[in-house]
């Protein structure tokens, strides 16, 4: 009887050892999961600076706001307006990639993330990079030159 209660006991402790892991894997994925879930979206930049107008920009664009991304535009941008690239995939995401700012000047390059959902293999995504050009005007950045991608004139009166 000793031989079996001691085979009990060890056949037992593999089972609580293994509840045990089992236990950390799920506390460690739920808290992931709650992590990942939790946090919000990128932190807004200063308005104020160029890389904060083009955060705002694009943003305005993405959520399909084209009034609000046309306040972002230089008079001389308005008018150069060419219409919008319908073919193109709408792009998922603009990721800032570096800023100079001189005086009145000032160069946001930024990675444009597109997205398509048709395919041989199912969606697929592509990146470029680009760059926005931007004027001081009245002591206010504005966007001189928008990457293509990222053009929308459907506000903008078209000049003859």
């Given at each position: 009887m000793d031989d079996?209660?001691?085979?009990?006991?060890t056949s037992r402790r593999?089972?609580?050892?293994?509840?045990?892991?089992?236990?950390?894997?799920?506390?460690?994925?739920v808290v992931a999961l709650a992590v990942v879930f939790t946090r919000?979206?990128?932190?807004?930049?200063?308005?104020?600076?160029?890389?904060?107008?083009?955060q705002r920009y694009s943003k305005a664009l993405l959520d399909g706001d084209a009034a609000t991304a046309a306040?972002?535009?230089?008079?001389?941008?308005?008018?150069?307006?060419?219409?919008?690239?319908?073919?193109?995939p709408a792009p998922a995401r603009v990721v800032l990639i570096s800023t100079?700012?001189?005086t009145d000047t000032a160069t946001v390059r930024v990675s444009i993330v597109r997205s398509s959902q048709?395919?041989?293999?199912?969606p697929s995504e592509y990146e470029m990079e680009d760059a926005f050009s931007l004027l001081k005007v009245d002591g206010k950045w504005l966007i001189d030159q928008p990457p293509y991608p990222l053009v929308d004139c459907s506000v903008v009166p078209v000049k003859p």
């Open positions: 079996t209660a001691a085979t009990e006991r593999p089972d609580r050892i293994l509840l045990a892991l089992v236990g950390v894997v799920a506390v460690l994925v919000g979206g990128p932190a807004p930049l200063d308005e104020s600076s160029p890389a904060g107008v083009v306040s972002y535009l230089t008079e001389g941008a308005k008018i150069r307006c060419r219409g919008t690239y319908a073919n193109d100079t700012e001189r048709g395919g041989p293999f199912g």
